[in-house]
């Protein structure tokens, strides 16, 4: 793990350090992490990186830098089984993986595969379902790859726009592409996704971009002007690792206090609204924001 000034130094060799098109230097991220669970109003870690049913992960290798977040559906709580457990369990899975350097750079569905087949081949029966995002930067190529199953995702900023953004996958309104293990007696009847199904993109990213992933409890609540105005003041300050880790706190704090205002008219109102439903308000839900600097790899 890096320390809080390697972190500063990275951060400021790819604010001052300058674009160039042959730039034979390795990129790294430079990751803050902040979240809210819906059942406490303050950014209290479960065990792991679990904010309330929703789990993440930040892991290094000599290849790669990785990150991942996954939603555990909660209505498996009313079966008497914790959502958290399954989220939770598969990212720290793949957080294993990554730092065992059992994966591909450029194939982030391999990661989100290998991690779900532990989980079904547990000898310990682990029931639940989940959303899963899991984004790569390779270190040599300069590349991003992307694999995105459910309404969890990330956005790219350059420049102060988004310049690449993950597509929602949902099977009908508020009902999104999920990994899932059910009790036999309800194998084909509880809904499941392959992680094949998740959708994949590969891009070149510069020094400074900024990338934000997130589950859905963000996107729910916090349309794009509004998470681009926070992500301003990040632009406009000597950026650090304090000041990332303060940016990743000052969005999810915004999202989980739109989440309970009554009179708002968020992003997933509106989607309520345009499927035929008269909702207003804010969603109250689990929040997970990782923000990121591409930055100078150092060792």
């Not at 993440?56 to 977040?69: E, I, N």
């Not at 632009?235 to 969005?251: C, D, G, P, V, W």
Request: glycine share 10%; charged share 20%; net charge negative.
């Amino acid at each position: 793990m890096f320390s809080v000034l390697s972190y500063g130094r990275l951060v400021a060799r790819a604010v001052l350090g300058g674009l160039s098109q042959t730039d034979s230097r390795d990129y790294s991220l430079v990751t803050a992490s902040c979240g809210f669970g819906k059942d406490f109003r303050k950014g209290i870690l479960k065990k792991g990186m679990c904010y309330g049913d929703d789990a993440c992960f930040v892991a290094r290798h000599r290849s790669a830098d990785v990150l991942g977040v996954a939603d555990g559906v909660g209505g498996w709580r009313d079966y008497g089984v914790d959502p958290s457990q399954f989220s939770g369990t598969l990212m720290r899975t793949c957080e294993r993986l990554v730092k065992e350097g059992r994966f591909v750079p450029s194939n982030p569905v391999g990661i989100l595969t290998a991690g779900y087949c532990e989980l079904l081949q547990n000898k310990v029966p682990l029931l639940g379902s989940s959303t899963a995002c899991i984004v790569v930067l390779d270190r040599t190529s300069h590349r991003l790859h992307t694999a995105n199953l459910g309404d969890s995702g990330f956005l790219v900023v350059r420049g102060g726009e988004v310049v690449h953004r993950s597509d929602e996958q949902q099977h009908y309104f508020n009902t999104p592409f999920q990994l899932s293990i059910a009790p036999p007696e309800a194998e084909g009847v509880v809904l499941s996704d392959s992680p094949d199904a998740a959708d994949r993109t590969s891009f070149d990213v510069q020094l400074g971009d900024i990338i934000l992933t997130a589950t859905d409890g963000l996107f729910d609540n916090m349309p794009d002007y509004m998470i681009l105005q926070e992500l301003k003041k990040l632009k406009a300050s000597n950026s650090n690792y304090e000041s990332i880790q303060q940016t990743a706190r000052s969005i999810a704090e915004q999202a989980h206090e739109l989440a309970y205002d009554p009179t708002y008219m968020s992003p997933f109102a509106q989607f309520a609204c345009d499927n035929g439903l008269n909702v207003r308000g804010g969603k109250p839900d689990d929040i997970t924001v990782l923000l990121s600097i591409v930055a100078e790899y150092t060792d």
